[in-house]
């Protein structure tokens, strides 16, 4: 296991320099002045402008530069936002949390719904429940994200009328902002109407999440769906048929758990993707997360705000991909090292 | 047309030549390659069969409903925008630009992709090591996020957003041939080659590259619908084509405002959309499916 943690923490080190270095050249790939889209700052004097060329180093060799550039974003320093010259770093940690509760809904709601769906399918192996689950997966991953937003506001918020369309919560409820992810936040507040809140941001939240949570859901049912059958014809399995044990003894003790170590490893990169997807859902549900924020600042040239957007984002989506990483070893002794068997 | 066998002579078809006899029997990806077909069909001679321009704009026909309305007119099959274009010459146009265009991109990308995956397939050690790695990082950002950064460098419009996605495949296929061309160098039967006397480029074009072709394809298949939904994100966030075109994520961006009184201005272009994406996965399916049939008989 040790050996495991520091390949993954050198592999971790490793992408987070390349992150950096990639963040780093953005400022002199986009239009205008490098100095000026790392910091920000747009209308300066010429005395502000040699204060922050010193704050750079922009007069001393390129690697200079880049630590100091590190050595800002190190102190939390992402620089101003262009547009609207306020620090990027507290619009990104107001604007991330939203992100993070709405991906997470939408990642347990895929696995929720996706996984059992995919067991089904491979227990029905070639009989008509296996044929429509597959069906339907196939409808499920082709169906653009944006389209699928849009046709849900029309049938549920505008014929229907069941669920609102736009926004984290009614702008009725007055909810602190303390940590940022509104469901913690609610059952923080000492609102008097802390559970109506509850229910509405609830409400909210149901549409998008599950319009993000079709595609990963449907490749869940895939991989979930081949990893049973491929466990299914293991010889564990046949050993335990001939012990005698009953079919659903044999689904439920040895198949479902050897099944989900193996999806779990794909967790993190559907994370990646998922991501994705909450960005375009986010602009079409009006969303306050950085999805739609980084959208915006591409709109409006904020350079500064798009590489440090991106930074984050990425950063983000790669610890969660090195998370899923750990816990599938914890899980799974053969990824750990070969000496368990192979 | 039947083949009588008059010598005793086998036949062996080539790989490629295998797996088309396979797909050929299952019904559904055969439904999914005609249906490709049509559209690639429709995207090379859209110039020729839209019955109306589709950018012109018909001023006393605006926002006609499709024609099984009891307000559609006939000549409009499909029904008109709020500008009075009409809705199928602009779907039918538009599937050159978001099918036809991600086709060329997948090829670029494939072309680009086979050429250095298999040049690296050839180097080894610290150079592969490092490639490895690099390839790793890259393929675990999604696809749509490595385009809308790539946008905004290059800032927004359709030619970058196809170059985007062009640098964003590649990486898909330079993993594929290199994991692909080293199974197969592995094998005895490049060895007997190479035992010849053949070169390595020698063993590449005539041993290698016909046996690998169908998982190039398969990938092929992966990579255009994503770039199908790629494009038509791009387009739908306001980043890739730019307004007059009738590319279908454009489209549905355009009918949003106008969704409640006009909803066939939305749901066309997202159907047609949603019909070539599952069109090309079908075929992908179908070749995955005729790859594990081959390999197991």
């Not at chain 1, 923080?188 to 909210?204: G, I, R």
């Not at chain 2, 991109?105 to 992709?113: H, K, T």
Request: with cysteine.
């Amino acid at each position: 296991m040790l050996i495991f943690t520091i390949r993954r923490l050198n592999l971790f080190f490793f992408t987070m320099v390349l992150l950096t270095i990639v963040s780093f050249s953005l400022s002199f790939l986009f239009p205008g002045d490098a100095l000026i889209n790392l910091s920000g700052q747009i209308n300066t004097s010429p005395e502000q402008l040699i204060q922050l060329s010193e704050n750079y180093q922009t007069e001393n060799s390129i690697f200079m530069q880049y630590y100091s550039y590190l050595g800002h974003i190190l102190n939390g320093d992402l620089g101003l936002s262009m547009s609207s010259q306020t620090p990027i770093n507290t619009e990104i940690a107001n604007l991330l949390p939203a992100t993070i509760e709405l991906s997470m809904v939408a990642l347990l709601l895929s696995m929720v719904i996706g996984i059992p769906l995919g067991f089904i399918a491979a227990i029905k192996h070639n009989k008509t429940a296996d044929n429509v689950i597959l069906s339907v997966a196939m409808i499920g991953y082709s169906i653009p994200v944006f389209w699928l937003g849009l046709l849900a506001i029309l049938i549920f918020s505008i014929v229907l009328s069941w669920l609102p369309s736009a926004g984290q919560i009614s702008l009725l409820f007055e909810i602190e902002h303390v940590t940022g992810i509104q469901f913690i936040d609610i059952l923080l507040s000492d609102n008097a109407y802390k559970w109506q809140a509850f229910q509405n941001a609830s409400e909210h939240i149901i549409l998008p999440a599950c319009v993000i949570a079709t595609a990963p859901g449907t490749i869940f049912i895939r991989l979930a769906r081949t990893s049973m059958l491929e466990v299914l014809e293991t010889s564990y399995i046949r050993a335990a048929r001939a012990k005698g044990l009953s079919f659903n003894q044999i689904i439920y003790r040895h198949a479902i758990r050897n099944a989900l170590v193996k999806i779990i490893r794909h967790v993190g990169l559907q994370f990646a993707n998922l991501v994705t997807l909450a960005m375009v859902t986010e602009v079409i549900f009006s969303w306050p997360g950085i999805g739609r924020w980084l959208i915006e600042s591409i709109y409006q040239r904020d350079y500064t705000s798009i590489h440090s957007g991106l930074l984050v984002l990425s950063c983000f989506i790669f610890i969660v991909h090195i998370l899923t990483d750990f816990i599938y070893a914890a899980l799974n002794p053969l990824a750990r090292d070969n000496i368990h068997g192979s | 047309m039947a083949r009588e066998k008059i010598y005793q002579e086998e036949e062996f078809p080539s790989p490629f030549l295998q797996l088309w006899l396979i797909f050929r029997k299952t019904p559904v990806a055969m439904t999914g390659f005609v249906c490709s077909i049509f559209l690639i069909t429709l995207a090379i001679f859209s110039p020729i069969l839209t019955p109306y321009s589709a950018v012109e704009s018909n001023l006393d026909m605006l926002l006609l409903p499709p024609a099984w309305d009891d307000n559609g007119n006939l000549s409009f099959l499909l029904g008109t925008d709020d500008l009075g274009r009409d809705m199928l010459s602009r779907l039918m146009s538009g599937a050159s630009l978001t099918f036809g265009l991600s086709f060329v991109v997948v090829l670029i990308s494939l072309a680009i992709g086979v050429i250095l995956g298999s040049l690296s397939a050839l180097t080894s050690g610290l150079k592969a090591s490092f490639l490895n790695h690099f390839l790793d990082v890259i393929l675990s950002i999604p696809s749509l996020l490595l385009a809308i950064i790539i946008v905004a460098i290059l800032g927004p419009g359709l030619s970058n957003t196809l170059w985007a996605i062009v640098m964003v495949l590649i990486p898909q296929f330079i993993h594929i041939t290199r994991n692909a061309v080293k199974e197969e160098f592995s094998k005895d039967y490049v060895l007997a080659s190479r035992l010849d006397g053949a070169s390595s480029f020698r063993i590449l074009r005539y041993s290698v590259f016909p046996n690998i072709i169908e998982k190039i394809v398969s990938q092929a298949t992966l990579a255009q619908s994503a770039a199908i939904l790629d494009i038509a994100a791009l387009g739908f966030l306001g980043l890739g084509a730019p307004i007059p075109l009738p590319e279908w994520g454009a489209m549905l961006k355009g009918g949003i405002d106008l969704f409640y009184i006009a909803p066939w201005a939305v749901y066309l272009p997202g159907l047609a959309i949603l019909f070539s994406v599952v069109a090309t996965n079908l075929v992908g399916e179908g070749i995955r499916h005729a790859l594990k049939v081959h390999k197991e008989s």
